[in-house]
């Protein structure tokens, strides 16, 4: 099993932006395009470096007034960090 980054940020390689086609944020890369979904989208724009998974997972859950939410965040940042989207 991979560790994950103290702090996650989003990978160099990668660009997430809102894409009006898509009508949905994406995750861009020299080779292609990611479609997100709208957690996957949330979770990646907290990953800025400064904050660690913890804190990533309160302010989601202060944001969208949920509690639970820390299973799904390192379920989903496992599967980003073994596709390099964050280092």
Request: glycine fraction near 6%; charge should be negative; aromatic fraction near 10%.
């Given at each position: 099993?991979?560790?994950?980054?103290?702090?996650?940020?989003?990978?160099?390689?990668?660009?997430?932006?809102?894409?009006?086609?898509?009508?949905?944020?994406?995750?861009?890369?020299?080779?292609?395009?990611?479609?997100?979904?709208?957690?996957?989208?949330?979770?990646?724009?907290?990953?800025?470096?400064?904050?660690?998974v913890a804190g990533i997972t309160f302010d989601l859950e202060r944001a969208f007034s949920v509690s639970g939410l820390q299973p799904d965040v390192d379920d989903f940042?496992?599967?980003?960090?073994?596709?390099?989207?964050?280092?």
């Amino acid at each position: 099993m991979t560790t994950l980054p103290d702090k996650p940020r989003l990978s160099r390689l990668f660009r997430l932006q809102w894409e009006e086609a898509q009508g949905n944020y994406v995750l861009l890369y020299p080779e292609g395009m990611v479609k997100l979904n709208r957690s996957a989208a949330e979770i990646l724009k907290l990953c800025d470096g400064e904050r660690d998974v913890a804190g990533i997972t309160f302010d989601l859950e202060r944001a969208f007034s949920v509690s639970g939410l820390q299973p799904d965040v390192d379920d989903f940042l496992r599967i980003a960090n073994e596709r390099n989207w964050i280092s």
